[in-house]
C-alpha cells in the first residue's frame, strides 16, 4: 500500500450507496473552477494523483488546467472509456452510426490518421483498428497531462472475460504500452475470475483495479475468495477501489484491513471536503508501508 490516489466520484455527482449524497456532491462540485480549486486542496495536502475516466465534466475541468500551473504537479490514471457516453450515442444513432462517429472522430493524434481516409467497411471489418481509434479519442485530452498508468474500464474487461475473449485486452494492453508508452491496468468487478482468465490467457504480473474492502462491498463473488485469488496468483497487483465501501467505512478501519494484504500497490479514496482529506491523508499514513 504504496500510493494514495484521489477518485473522481465525488467530483462528478457519482455516489454508489446514496443518489442524494451524489446529487449533492454534483451541485457542490457544479463547474470546472469547483473542481480544480478542490484539487489544489487536496495537492496542497500531499494528495496529487487523481483517477479519472473521460466523464463530460473531466473534459472541461482538464480544458481548463492545462492553462495553469497546477497541472505540472498532478499525475493522471485515465480510465477508458467513459461508457454511459458510448451508451447513449448507440441509443441514439444506432451502433452503426456509434461506429461512424468513431472513425469520424479518428486521426486526432498525430501517427494515426490514416484511419481518416479508410473507407468505413474496412474498418468495421477490423476489431483492432476500431478499438485502438476509441482508445486515440478517448485520450486525446490528457495529452498534455502527466498520465503514469491507464485502466480499461471495468465494464469491457469484465465483458472481454465472460466471452473469454483476450483479443481487446491485448489490443488494449499493446496500444498502451507500445504506442504511448505507458503502464496498462484493467478494471474489474470480480477480480478472481479476472486472474484466472488472464493466467489462461497467459497474461501474468498485470496490475487491475478491483474493488477491495473489510465489507465485501461491490466485491464478487466475495471477500473470501479475492483474499485467496491473490495468494493463488501472487505475481499480480491491486490499486483498490471502493475502499471506503461508499462511506460505511472509516479511513482508519478501511487502511488497517487494506494494508494486511500484500498486492495492494495503491488505493482509491474520493474525497469531497477538506476535513476529509486531512482525515484521509492522515489515516494513510499511519499504515504507509
Not at 478491483?210 to 491491486?238: G, I, K, T
Not at 495492494?264 to 477538506?274: A, H, P, Q, R, Y
Request: proline fraction near 4%; hydrophobic fraction near 40%; glycine fraction near 6%.
Amino acid at each position: 500500500m504504496e500510493t494514495l490516489i484521489l477518485g473522481h466520484n465525488p467530483l462528478f455527482g457519482i455516489h454508489h450507496g446514496s443518489q442524494k449524497e451524489g446529487n449533492l456532491k454534483a451541485m457542490r462540485f457544479n463547474s470546472a473552477e469547483k473542481i480544480i480549486a478542490f484539487l489544489e486542496k487536496a495537492n496542497s495536502f500531499g494528495v496529487n494523483k487523481m483517477m479519472l475516466s473521460t466523464h463530460p465534466k473531466a473534459f472541461e475541468m482538464l480544458n481548463q488546467l492545462k492553462k495553469q500551473s497546477l497541472k505540472d504537479g498532478l499525475t493522471f490514471y485515465p480510465m477508458i472509456p467513459y461508457m454511459q457516453k458510448y451508451i447513449q450515442k448507440a441509443n441514439d444513432g444506432g451502433v452503426f452510426g456509434l461506429i461512424k462517429e468513431i472513425v469520424k472522430s479518428s486521426g486526432m493524434w498525430s501517427g494515426f490518421s490514416s484511419l481518416k481516409n479508410a473507407a468505413l467497411g474496412t474498418i468495421t471489418s477490423n476489431a483492432e483498428k476500431l478499438i485502438k481509434s476509441a482508445l486515440e479519442i478517448e485520450l486525446t485530452v490528457f495529452q498534455e497531462f502527466n498520465c503514469d498508468r491507464v485502466f480499461l474500464h471495468n465494464s469491457l474487461t469484465d465483458l472481454a472475460l465472460g466471452f473469454n475473449t483476450p483479443a481487446p485486452i491485448t489490443i488494449f494492453k499493446d496500444y498502451i504500452e507500445d504506442k504511448l508508452e505507458l503502464k496498462s491496468g484493467f478494471g474489474t468487478l470480480n477480480l478472481p475470475f479476472a486472474l484466472e482468465r488472464f493466467a489462461s490467457w497467459g497474461l501474468k504480473g498485470e496490475c487491475f483495479l478491483a474493488p477491495f474492502n473489510s465489507l465485501s462491498h461491490q466485491m464478487n463473488p466475495n471477500l473470501e475468495r479475492n483474499l485467496e485469488s491473490l495468494l493463488d496468483y501472487p505475481d499480480n497487483r491491486v490499486f483498490a477501489m471502493s475502499t471506503l465501501a461508499s462511506g460505511l467505512l472509516k479511513p482508519a478501519k478501511a487502511f488497517e484491513f487494506l494494508s494486511g494484504i500484500e498486492n495492494i500497490e495503491s488505493v482509491v479514496v474520493g474525497m469531497s471536503t477538506e476535513n476529509h482529506i486531512k482525515n484521509t491523508v492522515s489515516e494513510f499514513e499511519r499504515f504507509l508501508k
